[in-house]
């Protein structure tokens, strides 16, 4: 018979039964311990059988050893072996796994990272791409159901997001840049040239005039909407542009005062006020 309590090396407030020891002992981490009461500190699975792993002063099973030390590491572990997956994983049924545990359900052969998962099964990527089922640009797994056409790839619905925000557009127009979507609100901000008329993004050329950037369609005579382009001769008029003709048919005190201002403006760039 055997008394395992030791005053000095027993912490009092761990789940000890502080029971006699009769028959079977286990001797562990500086104590004594009934069978079924040497345990995992994190899953509490018996120990007795299975042996155990020192880890920053606990006695852990495998399984629990390694996601704390694959935790640390910042790795996966194998849902099948529960071992550390050192290289890239295998993600099944949104699960880690080795690659080398399965093989491709139409050839056989031993599967890669680069597996793919269709209905259920998986399949190497050379079997995969002769089904002719599309890739999801953003996570590289196969698209069974609605799919995003855009810049040259294939999306989920929700994966197709905008690089700035991350909310998907769902059908929502998006603008592109240096091979990444934007969402209109998130392109303004970062690049956009906005149409001084219509305060959209500006696709295609832009017209540049009167310190503005305008829509090709909307620049055009405040007046009489006739279009008009930087060969045409204009006028500026609070801000917006006006045909020559609609210029011609205004008062003529009204150009006077509008050409007096032109000089005026003209002199002032010409002979800046100094402060003294």
């Not at 609605?146 to 999306?155: D, E, L, S």
């Not at 993004?201 to 017209?207: A, H, N, P, Q, S």
């Not at 055009?220 to 045909?243: A, G």
């Amino acid at each position: 018979m055997t008394w395992r309590w030791d005053p000095v090396t027993t912490n009092r407030d761990s789940d000890f039964c502080w029971e006699f020891i009769i028959g079977r002992v286990i001797k562990a981490m500086n104590n004594s311990w009934h069978p079924d009461c040497f345990c995992c500190d994190i899953c509490q699975a018996v120990l007795a059988d299975v042996g155990f792993v020192k880890n920053a002063g606990r006695h852990l099973c495998r399984p629990c050893h390694n996601r704390e030390k694959a935790r640390g590491l910042g790795k996966y572990i194998c849902q099948k072996c529960h071992a550390i997956i050192e290289e890239h994983p295998l993600i099944f049924k949104n699960d880690p796994y080795h690659p080398d545990h399965f093989n491709c359900n139409n050839c056989g052969k031993e599967l890669t990272a680069e597996a793919r998962e269709l209905k259920g099964e998986l399949y190497c990527l050379p079997c995969h791409d002769k089904m002719g089922v599309p890739i999801c640009g953003a996570c590289r797994r196969p698209i069974e159901g609605r799919v995003v056409n855009a810049m040259g790839k294939q999306w989920h619905v929700e994966h197709f997001v905008c690089a700035k925000c991350e909310k998907p557009f769902l059908g929502h127009r998006h603008y592109e840049r240096k091979g990444l979507a934007y969402c209109e609100t998130h392109y303004n901000q970062l690049f956009g040239d906005v149409c001084y008329h219509c305060n959209r993004v500006i696709e295609g050329d832009v017209v540049s005039a009167l310190n503005k950037a305008w829509c090709v369609s909307c620049f055009s005579c405040s007046t009489c909407n006739t279009k008009l382009t930087l060969k045409d001769k204009f006028v500026e008029i609070d801000l917006k542009p006006v045909c020559k003709h609609c210029f011609e048919r205004m008062p003529e005190e009204l150009k006077r005062r509008l050409a007096r201002r032109e000089r005026d403006a003209k002199d002032r760039k010409k002979n800046p006020a100094v402060s003294l």
